[in-house]
């Protein structure tokens, strides 16, 4: 058998490897950000563009409740896939991959079913405009029944990660990405003799360019991933494998998830202030989006390789996996805030919004943005502690940052504003709050981490 030490994941240098990594990751990271800006772009600039934005807006939670658990889902394969692969067993390996597909089949159905049964009421439970209800359904709608191209790329993304393979996922990623972009104007405009489908034809983009990815991550696996077997029999549900996968994975799904129930959360909150506050902040999410995905393109390789460190029960290339996972994220964090800062006006300028929306979107980008070295600090952690087989500290971090801290904050601050909205920018400082109390309790579960797992180890 092939011995551990022989893979460059056990080999080469930490901060290296990182890098070789990392940059893939969150290079298809930040494209698929990019061509969320760039789907509102195009909407924002139809007719009725900011309505059209209200109820994009509205979708998102969903959205980005699908991603959530694929990615999740993705996660706990990963992390499960590149220990048996540290520790040198290849036929779990096999099955941990196999069920990954198995379950994305499962998670594929389930949405179905939302999309067909359940995207009314729960469009009906944030706004009473029939307009935007109309628009947002419709969107939605498209995008949950044909969820099998985000759900079942979010596997083999993973698949090709976890084996040190990201550069052909990236590959995948982008390919979505430009498909999404190529077709937006085209489907949403009607341009090239195709009929002009306004929301409907972005909603054909998105799920497209998803499709697109899909299919090429698949073959990938096939043809290039040589670490993983494959075959039927190993797609057979082993309910030990599945439950190990959602030990792992269970925490980054809820991390993710929270995501979507705080934005939910933050649109109810913000509409009894403004519909223009909700339009603001959702634009805002989608350009602070362009940072935080890189932020998770990197915890995305320090996972692996943590968890590869793990399998070995190597000390050392823990600590460094480690140091040079949280200093990379910091490093990026501060761009992505003085970006922020500096540019908030000319990108906020792009999607065609009215005067008072516009200017809320730029406070929104100047204040929020001074919560990103704290959220940096907690998102490396989020994927230290689940590469360490520690995903209930994970899960406090997630609470803490995606709900505990944020939502009483928010409806208190909203209230004292509303509904002078010449005040809205303090709605805004919920953010570095919620990220700086959670990245002190971070701190603390570090170093119980550190004393409790990585010290004893030889």
Same mark, same amino acid.
């Given at each position: 058998?092939?011995?551990?030490?022989?893979?460059?994941?056990?080999?080469?240098?930490?901060?290296?490897?990182?890098?070789?990594?990392?940059?893939?990751?969150?290079?298809?990271?930040?494209?698929?950000?990019?061509?969320?800006?760039?789907?509102?772009?195009?909407?924002?600039?139809?007719?009725?563009? $900011?309505?059209?934005?209200?109820?994009?807006?509205?979708?998102?939670?969903?959205?980005?409740?699908?991603?959530?658990?694929?990615?999740?889902?993705?996660?706990?394969?990963?992390?499960?896939?590149?220990?048996?692969?540290?520790?040198?067993?290849?036929?779990?390996?096999?099955?941990?991959?196999?069920?990954?597909?198995?379950?994305?089949?499962?998670?594929?159905?389930?949405?179905?079913?939302?999309?067909?049964?359940?995207?009314?009421?729960?469009?009906?439970?944030?706004?009473?405009?029939?307009?935007?209800?109309?628009?947002?359904?419709?969107?939605?709608?498209?995008?949950?029944?044909?969820?099998?191209?985000?759900?079942?790329?979010?596997?083999?993304?993973?698949?090709?990660?976890?084996?040190?393979?990201?550069?052909?996922?990236?590959?995948?990623?982008?390919?979505?990405?430009?498909?999404?972009?190529?077709?937006?104007?085209?489907?949403?405009?009607?341009?090239?003799?195709?009929?002009?489908?306004?929301?409907?034809?972005?909603?054909?983009?998105?799920?497209?360019?998803?499709?697109?990815?899909?299919?090429?991550?698949?073959?990938?696996?096939?043809?290039?991933?040589?670490?993983?077997?494959?075959?039927?029999?190993?797609?057979?549900?082993?309910?030990?494998?599945?439950?190990?996968?959602?030990?792992?994975?269970?925490?980054?799904?809820?991390?993710?998830?929270?995501?979507?129930?705080?934005?939910?959360?933050?649109?109810?909150?913000?509409? $009894?202030?403004?519909?223009?506050?909700?339009?603001?902040?959702?634009?805002?999410?989608?350009?602070?989006?362009?940072?935080?995905?890189?932020?998770?393109?990197?915890?995305?390789?320090?996972?692996?390789?943590?968890?590869?460190?793990?399998?070995?029960?190597?000390?050392?290339?823990?600590?460094?996996?480690?140091?040079?996972?949280?200093?990379?994220?910091?490093?990026?964090?501060?761009?992505?805030?003085?970006?922020?800062?500096?540019?908030?006006?000319?990108?906020?300028?792009?999607?065609?919004?009215?005067?008072?929306?516009?200017?809320?979107?730029?406070?929104?980008?100047?204040?929020?943005?001074?919560?990103?070295?704290?959220?940096?600090?907690?998102?490396?952690?989020?994927?230290?502690?689940?590469?360490?087989?520690?995903?209930?500290?994970?899960?406090?971090?997630?609470?803490?940052?995606?709900?505990?801290?944020?939502?009483?904050?928010?409806?208190?601050?909203?209230?004292?504003?509303?509904?002078?909205?010449?005040?809205?920018?303090?709605?805004?400082?919920?953010?570095?709050?919620?990220?700086?109390?959670?990245?002190?309790?971070?701190?603390?579960?570090?170093?119980?981490?550190?004393?409790?797992?990585?010290?004893?180890?030889?």
């Amino acid at each position: 058998m092939e011995q551990p030490v022989r893979n460059p994941m056990g080999t080469a240098p930490v901060g290296t490897l990182m890098l070789s990594m990392g940059l893939p990751i969150m290079l298809s990271m930040m494209i698929q950000a990019l061509y969320n800006i760039v789907d509102s772009a195009f909407v924002s600039n139809m007719a009725g563009g $900011e309505t059209a934005l209200n109820a994009l807006t509205l979708a998102f939670p969903v959205q980005m409740l699908m991603v959530a658990v694929s990615i999740g889902t993705g996660v706990g394969v990963n992390v499960l896939l590149a220990k048996s692969l540290g520790q040198g067993d290849h036929e779990k390996a096999a099955r941990v991959a196999g069920n990954g597909l198995f379950l994305g089949l499962v998670l594929t159905l389930v949405f179905l079913v939302f999309g067909l049964a359940g995207v009314r009421p729960y469009v009906a439970s944030q706004t009473a405009n029939p307009e935007i209800f109309a628009l947002a359904v419709t969107y939605l709608r498209i995008c949950s029944t044909a969820s099998f191209g985000i759900v079942l790329f979010g596997i083999f993304e993973k698949l090709l990660q976890a084996t040190g393979l990201a550069k052909y996922s990236t590959i995948a990623q982008i390919t979505g990405a430009v498909t999404n972009i190529v077709l937006d104007p085209i489907l949403i405009y009607g341009l090239l003799g195709c009929p002009a489908l306004g929301v409907t034809g972005a909603a054909l983009a998105t799920v497209l360019g998803q499709v697109a990815s899909f299919a090429l991550a698949l073959g990938f696996h096939l043809t290039a991933n040589k670490a993983v077997k494959k075959g039927l029999p190993y797609v057979k549900p082993r309910w030990n494998i599945i439950r190990g996968i959602y030990t792992i994975g269970l925490p980054a799904i809820v991390a993710q998830a929270l995501m979507s129930l705080m934005t939910y959360g933050i649109n109810l909150i913000l509409v $009894e202030v403004s519909e223009a506050m909700v339009t603001a902040y959702g634009l805002y999410y989608k350009i602070q989006q362009f940072v935080l995905f890189a932020a998770f393109g990197l915890r995305d390789a320090i996972t692996p390789i943590v968890s590869f460190a793990h399998g070995m029960g190597s000390r050392s290339r823990i600590t460094q996996g480690m140091k040079y996972g949280v200093g990379y994220t910091l490093a990026l964090m501060a761009v992505g805030m003085a970006a922020l800062l500096l540019f908030a006006r000319p990108l906020c300028g792009l999607f065609g919004l009215s005067g008072a929306t516009q200017a809320l979107c730029v406070s929104a980008a100047r204040v929020i943005s001074l919560s990103f070295l704290f959220a940096g600090f907690n998102v490396a952690l989020q994927g230290i502690f689940q590469a360490m087989d520690c995903g209930g500290y994970s899960l406090i971090l997630s609470v803490c940052r995606q709900l505990l801290f944020v939502l009483p904050v928010a409806w208190g601050l909203a209230r004292l504003v509303a509904p002078d909205l010449s005040n809205a920018w303090a709605v805004w400082l919920t953010f570095p709050i919620a990220e700086g109390l959670t990245a002190a309790i971070a701190a603390g579960l570090l170093a119980r981490l550190y004393r409790g797992k990585i010290q004893p180890m030889g």
